[in-house]
């Protein structure tokens, strides 16, 4: 089973509540990314687990925080969610990292702030 | 800097011809170059890589090229089919050699007109 599963597909917020999106991946990766994906726009790296490692993008440091409580499972934090976080928020794992590891993603979960 | 350029944004070809898709990237040390396909409602799914020992790989209908000199990569889609009708994505992996931390261009919407 290659495939990595997000949970919510669709989540609608307020602004300033909290915001929780769940990934999960049975391959036994040991790496998993999260991206932000707007409109008209690249998929954006936030951060990635390698193993329990957790490395987040400078410009990113403050606003999305994870957790991954094990190997399968990931998550993606917003404390207070503002218009700017409406997007689609793509997860994905590697098996590795260096120059080895295809990037296997999710089908995405689409955040819409009101 | 680790922006990648990739167009056309749009692109309509007819059935059976050919359609290509080029990328630029800024940064000389990026190693690894994917290509991502998304169709509409679907993660995006690897369809070719190519990394930075080779300047050609074909499979399957697909081929890319990488120029390390001009920092330039593309791939190219023979005999095109209305199952080829998608979004694409390049993407560039810059210098920590982690192919997860992908620079990704903003996507090509290739329409296979019958």
């Known amino acids: 089973d290659t495939t990595v599963k997000q949970n919510p597909r669709y989540k609608l917020a307020r602004v300033g509540k909290p915001v929780n999106l769940i990934c999960s991946q049975t391959m036994n990766h040991d790496t998993m990314y999260w991206y932000q994906k707007k409109p008209n726009q690249a998929p954006k790296l936030l951060l990635f687990?390698?193993?329990?490692?957790?490395?987040r993008e400078a410009d990113t440091f403050e606003k999305f925080q994870s957790s991954r409580p094990n190997n399968s499972f990931c998550s993606l934090y917003i404390g207070s969610a503002g218009l700017e976080y409406s997007a689609m928020y793509l997860c994905?794992?590697?098996?590795?990292?260096?120059?080895?590891?295809?990037?296997?993603f999710g089908e995405g979960s689409k955040l819409t702030v009101l | 800097g680790e922006q990648v350029e990739q167009l056309p944004s749009i692109l309509r070809v007819q059935e059976g011809s050919s359609a290509s898709i080029n990328c630029t990237y800024e940064n000389s040390a990026s190693n690894y170059f994917p290509w991502y396909k998304q169709e509409p409602g679907e993660n995006p799914k690897l369809i070719i890589d190519?990394?930075?020992?080779?300047e050609r790989k074909q499979t399957q209908g697909l081929i890319v090229l990488l120029d390390k000199k001009a920092k330039r990569f593309s791939l190219h889609i023979t005999d095109t089919q209305p199952g080829d009708s998608a979004m694409y994505f390049c993407a560039a992996s810059p210098i920590t050699g982690n192919t997860g931390k992908l620079i990704f261009g903003l996507g090509t919407t290739l329409q296979v007109q019958p």
């Open positions: 190519i990394r930075s020992n080779m």
């Open positions: 687990y390698y193993d329990k490692i957790l490395n």
């Open positions: 994905a794992s590697s098996r590795g990292t260096g120059t080895t590891g295809q990037l296997y």
